[in-house]
């Protein structure tokens, strides 16, 4: 039985089922609300965090650092430009190595796994590694993502991660050297398994002709996902700098953000290589998280169609209207503006801004870019006065990444994917350092609230509906 005809089936049995899963879905959901004063009584930290937003500590680590806050003269907190820190140095100075003539995922990959910046020498091999373990078993493109693609790549990408587990010869090691050998062969597949579930996709869901690039050896992460995504493999310099400029932005993201503490909490069990990466795609799939970017792109495709030409007065009265929840999805949210941790200013934001002028100039949007630039500005005067929000509020990086991936033609479906070929290199280093210092599995408490109830015999009861 082929994929359409077992999805005709399961939308068979739901239609035979769909007024049984009504009713249970109204018990279910009666069942599952918890009062909300609860919470006050038993001093919840709702979604790890405190009264004031501020993450729970329940780690340390060594591998990234947010700094989004300082303090003033007599010691009283204050938001200041944010700042972002791989194994102790600022992102900006990772960025400014790269001169424009060379490319930082590789090397800031580097310094996430083992804590220092490589010699020319070390990188090099580093960089010899990666490329030899930048390739799939036999026959894994035919036979697992050719013959049943999915939708979604992002799941496709966990349905291969956990493939890959049946051809690793010691899968369930848990030695640092083995996780290690294991999260530099992922690291290296990652942009294969990402863009060839793609050509699988549009292959067969967007009759797509299909064409599969294998990897060269001699370039970079950037240069390959390029080079094997277009159909002529065909870029320019700038592209390639800008890609590998958001692979470097997005690898790491301090060890608080969902997926890098799925991760952590997945490893503390003990469990293998393939399945914790399941489990932090999982969580990067996730709106919330990892499929920010894409949101963005939507709403502006939004407004581009309801103010279409660069009209200031009317651009800042649509921006109000999507807050006021009157326009896009109703939701409040300007997708893009603001984040948990940042005040004043995100610092990949404010790096992946200035590349995206760069590029808008070569792909002639100076005025698209200028548009963004000008929504930004109005959406944070907007919210600072309509939300009082008195810490400030700014572009977050989602808000100019799917920007950047429009501009060098990425398939959308594949904008979440590629925050996690980049993120892998996080994921690994913080897996390393959880297997190094952890010990104990992440176990947090969780307070029961329900009431006691007897047990009451099936010919006594009274149905609940």
């Keep these: 039985m082929n994929i359409p005809e077992l999805r005709d089936q399961i939308i068979k049995k739901y239609t035979k089922y769909s007024q049984d899963i009504a009713e249970l879905t109204k018990m279910a959901s009666k069942s599952d609300i918890i009062n909300p004063k609860l919470y006050e009584k038993y001093d919840v930290k709702r979604g790890l965090r405190d009264i004031n937003g501020n993450g729970v500590v329940c780690g340390l680590t060594e591998i990234s650092e947010i700094l989004a806050f300082g303090k003033d003269e007599d010691g009283n907190k204050i938001p200041v430009d944010g700042q972002l820190f791989y194994r102790g140095i600022d992102v900006r100075e990772l960025v400014k190595g790269m001169h424009g003539r060379r490319f930082a995922f590789e090397e800031a990959t580097y310094l996430l796994l083992f804590g220092h910046l490589p010699t020319q020498a070390q990188l090099n091999r580093f960089c010899e590694i990666l490329a030899d373990f930048r390739e799939l078993p036999n026959s894994f493109v035919r036979d697992i ?24 010869p010691r899968p369930d090691d848990a030695s640092k050297r083995n996780v290690l050998r294991q999260s530099l062969q992922l690291i290296a597949q990652f942009p294969l398994l990402a863009v060839y579930s793609q050509k699988a996709y549009s292959y067969y869901h967007s009759d797509a002709s299909l064409f599969i690039h294998k990897p060269r050896p001699e370039l970079s992460t950037a240069e390959n996902i390029l080079y094997m995504l277009r159909d002529d493999s065909k870029y320019t310099a700038l592209e390639a700098h800008v890609l590998d400029l958001c692979l470097v932005l997005h690898a790491e993201h301090g060890g608080g953000n969902n997926s890098t503490f799925t991760t952590h909490v997945v490893t503390s069990s003990g469990t293998d290589t393939y399945s914790s990466v399941a489990a932090s795609l999982g969580s990067l799939k996730g709106p919330k998280h990892g499929g920010a970017n894409i949101k963005v792109c939507e709403m502006f495709d939004n407004i581009k169609e309801h103010v279409p030409d660069f009209d200031r007065d009317k651009l800042k009265d649509y921006v109000a209207k999507i807050l006021n929840r009157e326009a896009y999805d109703h939701s409040g949210l300007v997708y893009g503006m603001g984040h948990a941790v940042y005040s004043l200013s995100d610092p990949r934001a404010d790096i992946l801004k200035q590349f995206a002028e760069k590029l808008a100039v070569e792909k002639h949007k100076e005025e698209e870019y200028e548009m963004r630039k000008y929504v930004a500005q109005a959406a944070a005067e907007l919210i600072a006065e309509k939300r009082r929000i008195y810490k400030g509020v700014a572009p977050n990086v989602d808000f100019y990444s799917g920007f950047v991936y429009d501009m060098l033609d990425l398939p959308r479906e594949l904008y979440t994917p590629f925050f996690a070929v980049s993120r892998i290199a996080g994921w690994s280093a913080h897996r390393m350092e959880e297997i190094t210092n952890g010990g104990k599995i992440i176990r947090p408490g969780y307070q029961a609230v329900a009431p006691r109830q007897k047990f009451v015999p099936i010919e006594e009861r009274v149905s609940e509906e």
Aim: charged content about 15%.
């Design 145 to 168: 993502i050719m013959k049943a693609p999915s939708q979604d790549m992002m799941n496709m990408l966990a349905r291969c991660v956990l493939s890959l587990y049946s051809y690793d």
